[in-house]
């Protein structure tokens, strides 16, 4: 006990009397170590905003999309109630079709088209969908007597005189019987130049619209690792329950990108780290060749051989891990500085926690480097004879 | 002497091999018997292998053949971990040059042993390296470092140092080397009430007659081989004094001592 302790006091104690050679040393490895643990969290934070935009797209990793095969002849509320109740047996807790529908709306100009889909409430948890302005749905909208719409803003201008989605503003749906439906919500848009897009809660359109409704897609939203097997199972309990489906295969590697330039940041990092390492260890030779004599005079005190190589080593590694733990709060504060919403559009809705993993590479980088780097200089402290180097 | 003795050298030699293939004898079978408390001093000329025999006696460096006992147990049969852990517990080294820890305050070059040390010495290091400083005065000078002390308070921060672990034996070599006279009279006076004090037995390599002859015994070391010599302390202060250029008043005891007159 009291001989590790001795260790790195004395270690520390040395540090501090070569301070201002060894902090010269020490930048490079602190810098290193910054650039590892800081470029590794922007790394993830970058891939947190790649995935976050891709599920916006088509759903949470990981979500199996499901299309239907044709051929049943049974009606869309009949397919909806059987993929209901294979997705409960299943225990999935979100799960949504995505319905098309063929509708008109009036006052559209000729040739006009929109985009319409009927969805479940899920959909939004599934897709993180967030809203421009108003509401999405809520179960009860299922229950209500009009249809209710969560539209874009190409569809409000087109059809509502551009008045904003939080007037409430209503637009006829043609049909044979013409209903009137209330617009509550506005997505965002997906892409410039975006067409009218409109979407109805899927128990609604089946009320108002049954023979212009086809349930012909689902998503469900499954745990990663349970993905493949349920990619399997699902077409075969819905095949079983006479909806034949295919679903789609969840992908192995989701986000090559940013691993990518997450091993090459990580290449740059190790570099600069072994440049820092190389600095600290031409210092620690220097360093060690000006105190042989008082090596020696420690040796005289009692130290052994191995108390004198642990002690030289440990002057670097405790040096090199001051620096590591500089290295990572400096990057910790970086990485919370970041401007998030300027350089992503829009501010993450899951924030990624700092990643430890990050912080612990970097730190067993520091540490492991300042153990090379020591090793050297201990080796050599060692076989000077005591004598001679009280002599020195 | 009654018992084991504290130190026992008994046919010691130390040989080293030439560059140019010969063998240089520096020692030749050295007997020395330092008992518990006992202030040996042993003189010679330069390169006798007086230093030599104190690296031998400190554990610093190992005999060719001979014995050493220490307290009747051979240390040739030590490992070398347990040589240096022996050599932090049982001896204190103050040398000519006063080998100071630079960039250190006195009281971190005094506490510096106690990293070694075990137990209530290793976590008590700062009180007794305190206690060390102002036994030998320099209570008000804990925080001042060796480059801002004169070469005599320097040499007692090496005492303090030589004596925090409590050592049973305390080797000096040439201690008062670098010092003026009447200062190295000073740190001699001071060293022998030290060791008197702390009863540790105390090994003084010197030339200065004067401070050998303040000794319990004395030796000479010349051409590798150690002999007993007499010296009283008026006649070894004027031989001194004749080395120093005054009139020969003592060639007798000079002669006995192996020196020019």
């Known amino acids: 006990m009291t001989g590790v302790v001795g260790a790195i006091l004395e270690a520390w104690d040395e540090l501090r009397i070569h301070r201002v050679r060894v902090l010269l040393a020490l930048i490079g490895v602190a810098c290193a170590v910054t650039a590892i643990t800081g470029i590794t969290a922007a790394v993830t934070m970058f891939g947190q905003a790649m995935q976050e935009e891709n599920e916006r797209m088509s759903g949470r990793d990981t979500t199996l999309e499901a299309w239907s095969m044709g051929g049943q002849e049974m009606s869309p509320a009949e397919v909806d109630a ?14 949504s079709v995505r319905a098309t529908a063929d509708l008109r709306v009036r006052g559209a100009e000729s040739g006009t088209y929109v985009e319409w889909s009927a969805v479940d409430v899920d959909n939004a948890t599934i897709t993180r969908q967030t809203m421009e302005e108003g509401r999405w749905f809520s179960d009860a909208d299922a229950e209500r007597l009009a249809p209710v719409l969560v539209v874009n803003q190409a569809f409000l201008d087109a059809y509502a005189d551009g008045a904003p ?47 212009r409704v086809m349930a012909d897609g689902y998503r469900f939203w499954v745990p990663p690792e349970l993905a493949a097997q349920f990619a399997e199972v699902l077409p075969r309990d819905l095949a079983a329950a006479g909806v034949p489906f295919d679903v789609q295969k969840p992908m192995d590697e989701p986000f090559v990108i940013d691993r990518v330039l997450q091993y090459l940041v990580l290449g740059v990092g190790g570099f600069a780290l072994l440049l820092g390492g190389l600095g600290l260890l031409n210092i620690a030779l220097v360093t060690v060749r000006y105190r042989i004599r008082e090596i020696g005079i420690r040796r005289s005190f009692g130290a052994t051989s191995g108390r004198v190589f642990f002690g030289v080593l440990m002057e670097s590694v405790v040096a090199t891990t001051v620096a590591g733990v500089v290295g990572v709060v400096v990057a910790v504060a970086v990485i919370k500085n970041i401007p998030i919403d300027r350089i992503f559009g829009r501010p993450l809705e899951d924030l990624p926690g700092f990643p430890f993993d990050a912080a612990l590479v970097g730190m067993a980088c520091a540490v492991g480097i300042g153990a090379l780097a020591g090793l050297i200089p201990a080796i050599y402290a060692v076989r000077v004879k005591v004598i001679d180097a009280i002599r020195y | 002497m009654t018992g084991t003795p504290l130190v026992d050298l008994q046919g010691v030699t130390r040989h080293v091999e030439l560059p140019n293939g010969s063998t240089l004898e520096i020692l030749r079978g ?44 051979p240390v040739g ?13 049982d001896f204190g080294f103050v040398f000519q040059q006063f080998n100071l820890l630079q960039g250190r305050t006195a009281l971190e070059n005094v506490a510096a042993p106690l990293l070694y040390a075990r137990g ?13 400083l102002e036994r030998v005065g320099l209570g008000d000078r804990l ?60 090994v003084t390599i010197t030339h200065d007659l004067a401070i050998a002859a303040r000794a319990d015994r004395q030796f000479r070391l010349a051409d590798g081989v150690l002999v007993r010599i007499h010296l009283d302390a008026p006649a070894a202060v004027a031989e001194s004094a004749a080395e120093a250029g005054a009139p020969p008043a003592a060639v007798s005891a000079a002669e006995t001592a192996g020196f020019p007159a």
């Open chain 2, 143 to 202: 925080d001042t470092r060796p480059e801002k002390l004169s070469g005599g308070e320097q040499q007692r921060v090496a005492i303090a140092r030589a004596l925090v672990r409590g050592p049973r034996v305390i080797l000096a070599d040439e201690p008062t080397g670098a010092l003026d006279v009447e200062t190295g009279q000073a740190i001699m006076t001071l060293l022998d009430d030290a060791a008197s004090e702390t009863g540790s037995a105390l």
């Open chain 2, 30 to 73: 050295v007997d020395l018997t330092v008992g518990r408390g006992e202030h040996v001093a042993i003189v010679g000329r330069s390169g006798t292998g007086k230093s030599t025999l104190l690296n031998i006696l400190g554990l610093l460096d190992s005999p060719t053949s001979g014995e050493y006992l220490l307290e009747g147990e």
């Open chain 1, 82 to 95: 059987l993929v209901d109740a294979v997705a409960e047996r299943h225990e999935i807790s979100y799960h």
């Open chain 1, 165 to 211: 989605a939080s007037t409430h503003p209503t637009v006829v749906i043609e049909g044979e019987t013409p209903v009137a439906a209330t617009v509550i919500g506005e997505v965002p848009v997906q892409w410039n130049d975006e067409g009218p897009r409109a979407l109805m809660l899927f128990d609604q359109a089946m009320r108002w619209f049954p023979d």
């Open chain 2, 120 to 132: 209530k010495q290793f976590w008590s290091r700062t009180k007794l390296a305190t206690r060390s």
């Open chain 2, 77 to 89: 049969r030590l490992r070398s971990r347990a040589l240096a852990r022996r050599r932090g517990d």
